[in-house]
T-cell receptor
Framework: DGGITQSPKYLFRKEGQNVTLSCEQN?????MYWYRQDPGQGLRLIYY???????QKGDIAEGYSVSREKKESFPLTVTSAQKNPTAFYLCASSMTGGRGNEQFFGPGTRLTVL | GDSVTQMEGPVTLSEEAFLTINCTYTATGYPSLFWYVQYPGEGLQLLLK???ADDKGSNKGFEATYRKETTSFHLEKGSVQVSDSAVYFCALSGLSRGAGNNRKLIWGLGTSLAVNP
């Protein structure tokens, strides 16, 4: 079955630590995205990548970093510079080009900072 | 810039009631429009989409019509079930600000629906 996997489902970290969230897709999609979801605020775009070895900042990139070394993988690192990292993080992918290309989502990772 | 406005929730209905969740948008050009659904603790799933004016998207008894004259894409279902309890997001495809021609999605804030038996 093709899809997107995110791991782990729940993640706890101590304040001041960096943590990396995994996202893998086998849909052969060129584009991948990271969103943050907080209650009552919908989805906010952190970073996106349209092709391997290239990525762009989204609306709330401060305190986050990404890499895109392989087409299938787009890991997100939440650094200690992120002031309020506790949230639900969603990874998505899509084909590039075309007006109607929907995004496919993973199951999400819930990060809690202790 | 492009934007999406959804009706605020939560919406609470009894089983078999009629559902409408309003969505209006502001966009340049001719965006595609989407409805996504998120069940508790899960990621988002595409529910339906429409790519041009007057298109009707439909899936699982849900429908939405792309109305360019009113810039709307309201979600409707004739008879809701308890299993429809979820958060519903309206979105449009906007032109990306970066290089390339891929389009980012612009999201509404979501509308929570609770259906009681």
């Amino acid at each position: 079955d093709g899809g997107i996997t995110q791991s782990p489902k729940y993640l706890f970290r101590k304040e001041g630590q960096n943590v990396t969230l995994s996202c893998e897709q086998n849909l052969n999609h060129d584009a991948m995205y990271w969103y943050r979801q907080d209650p009552g605020q919908g989805l906010r775009l952190i970073y996106y990548s349209q092709i391997v070895n290239d990525f762009q900042k989204g609306d709330i990139a401060e305190g986050y970093s990404v890499s895109r070394e392989k087409k299938e993988s787009f890991p997100l690192t939440v650094t200690s510079a992120q002031k309020n990292p506790t949230a639900f993080y969603l990874c998505a992918s899509s084909m590039t080009g075309g007006r109607g290309n929907e995004q496919f989502f993973g199951p999400g990772t819930r990060l809690t900072v202790l | 810039g492009d934007s999406v406005t959804q009706m605020e929730g939560p919406v609470t209905l009894s089983e078999e009631a009629f559902l409408t969740i309003n969505c209006t948008y502001t966009a340049t050009g001719y965006p595609s429009l989407f409805w996504y659904v998120q069940y508790p603790g899960e990621g988002l799933q595409l529910l339906l989409k429409a790519t041009k004016a007057d298109d009707k998207g439909s899936n699982k008894g849900f429908e939405a019509t792309y109305r360019k004259e009113t810039t709307s894409f309201h979600l409707e279902k004739g008879s809701v079930q308890v299993s429809d309890s979820a958060v519903y997001f309206c979105a449009l495809s906007g032109l990306s600000r970066g290089a390339g021609n891929n389009r980012k999605l612009i999201w509404g804030l979501g509308t929570s629906l609770a259906v009681n038996p």
